[in-house]
T-cell receptor, first 111, second 117 residues
């Protein structure tokens, strides 16, 4: 069983819409959660991380965490064509365990 | 200057050759990682090191070896390269931190595109 699950997509949304990206994880004791953006051929770059239940907002991005449901999501408001990329979810189990990445969801924003 | 650097950025080699990919960081992080990425397979962990004296295998370590020469340097070697090791390789660093920053956020280098003919 994969530890971090994401739909690989592609997820297509029109420009200006809200893109919703989802991630589930198997380790109930996981402590922190990350969203990375990766453009084709480039390295992943951190968008934001979250460690408390609820929402965390940063500009057009909102991360949502529900530890009871073992679910973390990323909302992108007013999606732009420049947001077209693969979005990686990553989970830190805590302690001396390594962070685990999901396979990533490819997002396409259609002008 | 970039905090995490990788050399070379691109490399084409032949089957059977020994290849070394190098990673250096100025972030002062204790933890370093090597990943490979293939289309449709996501990031796969090859090796990781939580400090200079700690080396751990990841999910796909066969055919690879590593050396942690210092806190700032972590090298990946392919002793005898084969075509299915053609991939994009990333080095990353992280620091567990303390308190609310105890996130273990990973920071990636620019990547090395390796082609084995």
């Amino acid at each position: 069983q994969k530890e971090v699950e994401q739909n690989s997509g592609p997820l297509s949304v029109p420009e200006g819409a809200i893109a919703s990206l989802n991630c589930t994880y198997s380790d109930r004791g996981s402590q922190s959660f990350f969203w990375y953006r990766q453009y084709s051929g480039k390295s992943p770059e951190l968008i934001m991380f979250i460690y408390s239940n609820g929402d965390k907002e940063d500009g057009r991005f909102t991360a949502q965490l529900n530890k009871a449901s073992q679910y973390v999501s990323l909302l992108i408001r007013d999606s732009q064509p420049s947001d077209s990329a693969t979005y990686l979810c990553a989970v830190n189990p805590g302690g001396y365990q390594k962070v685990t990445f999901g396979i990533g969801t490819k997002l396409q924003v259609i002008p | 200057d970039a905090d995490v650097t990788q050399t070379p950025r691109n490399r084409i080699t032949k089957t059977g050759k020994r290849i070394m990919l190098e990673c250096s960081q100025t972030k002062g992080h204790d933890r370093m990682y090597w990943y490979r990425q293939d289309p449709g397979l996501g990031l796969r962990l090859i090796y990781y090191s939580f400090d200079v004296k700690d080396i751990n295998k990841g999910e796909i370590s066969d055919g690879y070896s590593v050396s942690r020469q210092a806190q700032a340097k972590f090298s990946l070697s392919l002793e005898s390269a084969i075509p299915n090791q053609t991939a994009l390789y990333f080095c990353a660093t992280s620091d567990l931190g303390t308190g609310a920053s105890r996130s273990d956020t990973q920071y990636f280098g620019p990547g090395t595109r390796l082609t084995v003919l």
